[in-house]
């Protein structure tokens, strides 16, 4: 906030109390809904805003307040890029443009002209990313008590939860069905060898302990996500109801989704209705696997935990990413070993694919890929440790007169010190890690010719009609010959004569 504002606002009279809020009058577009949501937000239909935190109806004062934070770390993600791209000092190349385009919503105007204008001014766009970055940094200095300055500095103890909500639950029919989709989620993923690994990390006294799991609107098509600030995986509701529907007779399906569309009605089906949870659970196994990968990178390392406390940027590091699709693709290659019947044939499958046909590539496309769709958000950990420095830097500069602003400095220094030193331990950590998994999928493409031929082999066998079963036998084939394993060989040839 500007000094002089700062003063203007001081001035004023007390106000009174903020009266609760509307978010339907509070002229919120279609981006920021999805970023309340996706911070844990309930947007009722009457018009009130749920805060995350207490549960019940947020004041007008206190949603706009949320609105500003999201808005202000928008900005901030999007200078941070700007920044790293004018590091080097050399003209912009045409993908760096393109995600200054894309990011130009949260950007100053006059940076954006400086980055794109006729004749581009770097020093100029260099200067200007660098003094919105110190106003943006002093809004979240200046929000930050004595004692979330405390408690930021405090070291992180393994399996603590930080500043987090305690349950993202709203009712307790959400709770139900939550514990419910839980329990089925560990059934389903447990069936499989390499699925009972995966639960076996988040174990806790033995037993699987899934993150909570919760249903809501998302956004730009995602079916899931693992919200660390809630510690809960989030499935679409969207999506759950298309497995839902899918449980019922074409005919009858479009009436089901009408009864489902009031409030609660989606839950309170799932909650009386075991075998629509397990469809939503058999559906989206594999996605879940993903998101639960996630949910044991929070638990085992402290780097969500500090993003959280405000020590690091708010950023999804890529070799989390990288760690959550290998695994992923692990679990469907397990499946297509043990259960080839489970597995299905939908863009998880041709992302597995992919990876084995070329796994160098696909990481490298897969970095790109989620790189281009979030450009201040989804970076390296070298980029990360370069903003990360840079926000260390800033607090080292910051000015200091008295006492209390001497010791609050002081506190931000030694939590975003600690914060950079963890960010060098998991650059190493996630190299050890990646080792025998990489190995591993390299044994995997190597030998992915035979599974291969045998599971489409075994597709076609069930396939719904004559232009499928065709398709499939031709997939078949192709990866048989390329097994050199007689028997498939013979094996497909026989299937294709058979009319």
Do not use: C
């Not at 009058?25 to 805060?51: P, Q």
């Not at 009386?272 to 397990?278: K, N, Q």
């Not at 290659?333 to 998880?348: C, G, R, T, W």
């Amino acid at each position: 906030m500007r000094p002089l504002l700062l003063a203007v606002l001081l001035a004023l009279p007390a106000a009174a109390a903020s009266p609760q809020a509307d978010w339907r009058r509070a002229d919120l577009d279609g981006r920021v809904r999805a970023a309340l949501a996706g911070s844990g937000w309930r947007l009722e239909a009457d018009g009130r805003a749920l805060d995350p935190k207490t549960k019940a109806p947020a004041t007008q004062e206190a949603l706009d307040k949320a609105v500003l934070d999201l808005r202000q770390g928008a900005r901030r993600a999007a200078l941070e890029t700007a920044s790293l791209m004018l590091a080097s000092g050399e003209p912009l190349k045409l993908e760096d443009r393109r995600k200054v385009e894309f990011l130009s919503e949260d950007l100053p105007p006059a940076l954006v002209a400086a980055l794109l204008g006729p004749k581009p001014d770097l020093a100029k766009a260099k200067a200007l990313a660098a003094a919105d970055l110190t106003l943006v940094a002093a809004y979240f200095d200046g929000s930050r008590t004595p004692a979330d300055r405390e408690a930021a500095a405090s070291p992180v103890a393994a399996g603590t939860p930080g500043p987090r909500v305690d349950l993202p639950y709203f009712t307790a029919l959400e709770k139900s069905v939550g514990d419910k989709l839980r329990a089925s989620a560990a059934a389903e993923i447990g069936r499989d060898p390499f699925g009972r690994t995966v639960l076996s990390r988040l174990d806790a006294g033995g037993k699987p302990a899934l993150p909570a799991l919760v249903i809501e609107d998302q956004n730009g098509g995602v079916v899931a996500q693992y919200d660390f600030r809630r510690g809960a995986v989030v499935l679409d509701r969207e999506a759950v109801l298309a497995s839902v529907t899918g449980t019922v007779p074409p005919r009858a399906a479009s009436a089901l989704r009408a009864s489902l569309a009031p409030p609660g009605a989606l839950l309170a089906y799932l909650d009386a209705h075991p075998e629509a949870v397990a469809a939503v659970v058999k559906d989206h196994d594999v996605l879940l696997v993903h998101e639960l990968t996630h949910a044991w990178q929070d638990r085992r390392d402290p780097i969500f935990r500090e993003i959280a406390r405000g020590n690091l940027p708010d950023v999804q590091p890529l070799e989390y990413e990288e760690e959550a699709y290998k695994t992923k693709n692990l679990y469907i290659h397990s499946k297509l070993k043990n259960d080839p019947a489970s597995v299905k044939m939908d863009q998880e499958f041709e992302d597995y694919l992919l990876m084995l046909h070329g796994p160098l590539s696909w990481r490298l496309e897969l970095e790109r890929t989620l790189n281009n769709a979030s450009p201040s958000r989804a970076l390296t950990l070298p980029s990360v440790r370069d903003i990360q420095s840079a926000h260390r830097d800033r607090a080292a500069a910051r000015s200091a007169a008295t006492a209390d602003e001497q010791k609050a400095k002081s506190l931000d220094l030694l939590g975003l010190t600690r914060a950079q030193k963890e960010l060098f331990a998991l650059e190493t950590a996630h190299a050890r890690r990646m080792e025998p998994m990489t190995a591993e999928i390299q044994a995997m493409s190597a030998g992915r010719a035979r599974l291969l031929g045998t599971f489409y082999l075994g597709r076609a066998a069930g396939a719904a009609n004559a232009v499928e079963r065709g398709v499939l036998l031709d997939k078949a084939a192709m990866y048989a010959k390329a097994s050199r394993n007689a028997i498939l060989i013979e094996e497909v040839r026989k299937a294709k004569e058979r009319k």
